[in-house]
């Protein structure tokens, strides 16, 4: 069973930065590409951005709003995805979700406020 | 506003069918695919590469796609499909992915 899941949300200020986590199982996690995915509250789904397998090259992509501050890593000897999140601003309140877009996290929720 | 157009609401009655669409100009080039998600859920992926269906989806669950505008029907609407529906697709670039702002889809 593949099993997606995300820590490292919480409370942080504008300017902030945090580092979120998803831990896969169940999945030959070095064979695939994973995405970060977001949802405002109250909002539909924001594609964040991705990373490929490392044998296809392992280069990341993002969404304008979160380019430049915002990088998406992956450790396969312990098949973790992580999203770095720096200048955190207000807009980015949303619970953030990692996905291999076959299968998703719970998601982990991500609140910006002074 | 987003690459992918949808209606954002549409009723269906009970046993019915229902058709929700999803427009934007990278579907000329790329499939969409679509993900069911109830409140409080994460996503479900309902149909991939415009007609597919994963395994453990019912069979009303349906996609196509023409031209600009892919489909995603439902054939006899169940109670537990209330939902919204998320189209998603690349964007404009083709490392840019996208999701349409959604359908809500409630059935009477």
């Known amino acids: 069973e593949v099993q997606l899941v995300e820590s490292g949300g919480g409370l942080v200020k504008p300017g902030g930065s945090l580092t979120l986590s998803c831990a896969a199982s169940?999945?030959?996690?070095?064979?695939?590409?994973m995405s970060w995915v977001r949802q405002a509250p109250g909002k539909g789904l924001e594609w964040v951005g991705r990373i490929k397998s490392k044998t296809e090259g392992g280069t990341t992509d993002y969404a304008a709003p979160v380019k430049g501050r915002f990088t998406i890593s992956r450790d396969d000897s312990t098949n973790t995805l992580f999203l770095q999140m720096n200048s955190l601003k207000t807009e980015d309140t949303a619970v953030y979700y990692c996905?291999?877009?076959?299968?998703w996290g719970q998601g982990t929720l991500v609140t910006v406020s002074s | 506003s987003s690459e992918l157009a949808q209606d954002p609401a549409v009723s269906v009655a009970l046993g019915q069918t229902v058709r929700i669409t999803c427009q934007g100009d990278?579907?000329?080039?790329?499939?969409a695919s679509w993900y069911q998600q109830k409140p409080g859920q994460a996503p479900v992926l309902v149909i991939y590469?415009?007609?597919k269906r994963p395994s453990g989806i019912p069979d009303r669950f349906s996609g196509s796609n023409s031209g600009s505008t892919a489909s995603l029907t439902i054939t006899g609407a169940q109670a537990e499909d209330e939902a919204d529906y998320y189209c998603?697709?690349?964007?404009?670039?083709?490392?840019?992915?996208?999701f349409g702002p959604g359908t809500r889809v409630t059935v009477l």
């Open positions: 590469d415009a007609n």
């Open positions: 169940g999945v030959t996690f070095s064979n695939v590409w």
């Open positions: 998603h697709s690349r964007g404009s670039g083709i490392n840019h992915l996208v």
């Open positions: 996905t291999t877009w076959w299968f």
């Open positions: 990278s579907l000329r080039r790329y499939y």
